[in-house]
Every structure is written in C-alpha cells, then in structure tokens.
C-alpha cells in the first residue's frame, strides 16, 4: 500500500451498506444529525463536535468530511 487515505475508497460506501446495512443506517443517521440546520445545538457546534470526534478517532475520511474548508461548508 503506497497510500493510506484514497478518496476514491468513498466509492466503497454501496459495499458497506450491502454488507452492515445496520451499522450503515447508524452511519447516515449521525451524519444526517450533524448536518441538520434546526435543533438546541447550532450546525456550526455539531460539526466542530464530529470534527473532534474524527480527530480523535484518527478518520482521515471523517476529518475531509467535517474539516471547516471542505466547500460545502463555504
């Protein structure tokens, strides 16, 4: 492995719901919490929270996901 973060491994997601459909559902779950406009926690707190939750558990795909640059945030 000359790599160990390839964005194109995003590609794999189909393959992870197919083969944990449970755990995936979990997944888009979260990711769907983090990214809701409305609630007691604002957007921008609950992104910052999965930015350090992804810190922490050393995510490189997570930190891409919530990192402040990424352009769906600008």
């Not at 459909?21 to 999965?50: C, H, Q, T």
């Amino acid at each position: 492995m000359s790599h160990y973060h390839d964005p194109a491994d995003l590609k794999l997601l189909g393959e992870f719901k197919k083969l944990a459909p449970a755990e995936f559902k979990g997944f888009v779950e979260l990711d769907s919490i983090v990214g809701r406009d409305d609630g007691k926690i604002p957007r921008k707190y609950r992104e910052l929270i999965a930015l350090a939750v992804a810190h922490t558990t050393q995510c490189v795909y997570c930190i891409d996901a919530h990192y402040p640059l990424n352009p769906r945030f600008q």
